[in-house]
Structures are given as C-alpha cells and as structure tokens.
C-alpha cells in the first residue's frame, strides 16, 4: 500500500501544452509538498501546503499552480509548458512543522 | 553560496568497506537533520532524521550532527552492493514551516 502516490509516472508532452501531476498520501499527514529535481539531480521546494492552506511558495513562474482539495491530496497544474520545465518533480508529506518528508516515485516530465 | 554543500562524488569503495559521507551548511538556524538514500528512476527514502546535535545508529547507518561545526555525516558500516544510490543530505528548522533543504547528493558505488 503506497504511501505517497503520484500519477503519471511519466508524461511527454509538447511546449505551449497544459498538464496536470496528481498526487495522493494515506499516512493521514498535515503537510504536502510539490519538489523539483533538476538534472543535475538537485531537489527544490516549489509548495507547501498545510491542511490544504498554501504555505510556502519559492519563486516559481505562474504557470505552475499547485491545488489541495483536501488534505490528502495535492495537484499540480502547468500550463505552457517550455523545454526548461523537463525534470522530475516529486510529492511528498510530513506530519506536521520540522517533521521528516516522505518522497512519492516522482513523476518524470519531458517537453519536446 | 550554497545553503547546503555536499560533494557529488562519485565515490567507489570495495564491499565491506566503511563509507562516510558529508555535508556542511551556513545557516545556524538549521535544527533537523536528514539523509535520504535515492535510487536510479526512484523516489527519495528516508534513512536518518536527527534532531539537533549528537549521534544517531540504524542498524549499519549512524548520523552524526555537529552544529557547533556546521557539519554532519552519515557512515554506513559493511557496505553491501545494494547501497550503491545517491545520498541526499536535508535539513530544516529556524522558520515557521518545514522547507527542507537539500545538498546536491552524493553518488555512492559499492563493487563486489
């Protein structure tokens, strides 16, 4: 039983596209979080959200736009999609401030 | 400068070896402290949360977190093929929410 679900795995798509990463945790958390690696493998927080209220928000273009309709899960939104926007991006959770984060599969975005 | 730095190896050692791996950091505020293992195509695993400075063991894993130093270490002790991965190094603390920063990862290969 999975604890952090993203869906799709993988996703190929087109620049100018719109597309949407869904992300689903069952270990009852507070906090979910929308990651990016690069890469170089570097992993950057994008969002944060604490009991579906956004939280944190690094400076990432508009076009990205995360959505938590309720506590388990947590949407991410791109629209426009450019070449620069190819890179993994993970889900993750923790149970609340200053708590380990635990890491979905992460799903691999490639523009072409 | 980094808030995290850690050398991206990649660093090669025999089976049964003794693995150290490294990270410093600037920011003081910084109080928990966490390594992930993470394989090729897979999402991070949580190996070690530590909370403040001191010593931490997990069967062959110990943390070790010097904050008086800005350092800490992750050693793995009879080092197996099956740790070959990157080790992300994480830490958060001295905000109000739970942003974790990451070192840029370490690729560890353990040869038979």
């Known amino acids: 039983d999975t604890a952090v679900s993203q869906t799709p795995k993988y996703l190929v798509t087109q620049m100018g596209n719109d597309k949407s990463i869904k992300c689903e945790q069952n270990?009852?958390?507070?906090?979910m979080y929308w990651y990016k690696q690069d890469s170089k493998k570097f992993l950057k927080i994008m969002f944060s959200y604490n009991n579906k209220e956004l939280i944190i928000n690094e400076t990432v273009p508009n076009r990205f736009s995360p959505k938590s309709p309720d506590k388990a899960h947590l949407n991410l939104h791109i629209n426009s999609l450019e070449l620069g926007d190819s890179a993994v991006y993970f889900c993750?959770?923790?149970?609340?401030?200053?708590?380990?984060?635990?890491f979905g599969q992460g799903t691999r975005l490639t523009v072409v | 400068q980094k808030e995290v730095e850690q050398d991206p190896g990649p660093l090669s050692v025999p089976e049964g070896a003794i693995v150290s791996l490294n990270c410093t950091y600037s920011?003081?505020?910084?109080?928990?402290f966490m390594w992930y293992r993470q394989y090729s195509r897979k999402g991070p695993e949580l190996l070690m949360y530590?909370?403040?400075?001191g010593n931490k063991e997990d069967g062959r894993f110990t943390a070790q977190v010097d904050k008086s130093s800005k350092y800490i270490s992750l050693f793995i002790r009879d080092s197996q093929p099956s740790d070959s991965a990157t080790y992300l190094c994480?830490?958060?603390?001295?905000?109000?929410?739970?942003?974790?920063?990451f070192g840029a990862g370490t690729r560890l290969a353990v040869h038979p």
């Open positions: 270990l009852g958390h507070d906090t």
């Open positions: 993750a959770s923790s149970g609340g401030v200053y708590t380990e984060a635990f």
């Open positions: 530590t909370y403040s400075s």
């Open positions: 920011n003081s505020a910084f109080q928990y």
């Open positions: 994480a830490m958060s603390g001295g905000g109000g929410y739970n942003k974790l920063i």
